[in-house]
């Protein structure tokens, strides 16, 4: 499976600044995902980034709430704008393995306070 | 839209017994694939098992089966011989076989919280 990793593993944020998390993946990978998890609940997609194309956002995020990158095969960015407290999260990026019945790997998450 | 249930917000169970976590799922397609994932305090998702709907053979691996009913939309984890490092959030999630168009994306249950008692 494919080996993820993110940075920062954490982070404690001022309000109204924005904060960029790097998912970086050990091998090409087509479709990777951007999942936030909120304190003490399921995990929650934000978008999907397929190299090469806009990310799809959805119902309830927007673009210019949670910009992404996708620059090459293995390797992306969330940005949280404009932060408000509201947004302390886990937030984990995936990538998709189609060769295994579409098994999602997981990072290990960025934990997001903002204060 | 498909819908993912796990009704059980919390479990607990002894060392070296054997616990069932439930999960239902709502959906109109016919082919679709269901995990369960595992994630401990460290907060890493862990994939545990998958299961291909168009198998009738319910999957397993080592300790840890599943009990997939099709026609109940049913996909239940048992975990056998439970140990220590098994305590975690559990989740149970849905993917759509169909390709394009957001069915990539991964719908996960609420998850339910395993204890094991020494």
């Known amino acids: 499976s494919a080996v993820i990793s993110q940075k920062p593993s954490r982070d404690i944020c001022q309000r109204g600044t924005s904060l960029t998390i790097q998912c970086q993946v050990d091998?090409?990978?087509?479709?990777m995902f951007w999942y936030r998890q909120q304190p003490g609940q399921s995990l929650t997609l934000i978008a999907t980034?397929?190299?090469?194309?806009?990310?799809?956002?959805e119902s309830g995020f927007v673009i210019d709430k949670f910009p992404i990158s996708r620059p090459n095969l293995t390797f992306s960015t969330l940005t949280v704008s404009n932060m408000s407290p509201e947004d302390s999260s886990i937030y984990l990026c995936s990538v998709e393995d189609s060769t295994r019945s579409y098994e999602q790997y997981f990072g290990p998450g960025t934990r997001l306070t903002v204060t | 839209a498909q819908t993912v249930t796990q009704s059980q917000p919390e479990m607990s169970v002894q060392e070296a017994e054997t616990v069932t976590l439930s999960c239902t799922y709502d959906t109109s397609e016919s082919d679709y694939y269901l995990f369960w994932y595992k994630q401990p305090p460290s907060r890493q998702m862990i994939l545990v098992i998958r299961?291909?709907?168009?198998?009738?053979q319910n999957a397993t691996e080592n300790r840890f089966s599943v009990n997939f009913q099709k026609a109940a939309k049913s996909f239940s984890l048992k975990i056998s011989d439970s140990q220590l490092g098994d305590a975690a959030m559990y989740f149970c999630a849905y993917r759509s076989a169909l390709q394009g168009f957001g069915n990539e994306k991964l719908t996960f249950g609420t998850g339910t919280r395993l204890t094991i008692i020494p």
């Open positions: 299961q291909e709907a168009y198998k009738q």
């Open positions: 980034a397929n190299q090469g194309s806009e990310a799809t956002y």
């Open positions: 091998s090409q990978v087509t479709m």
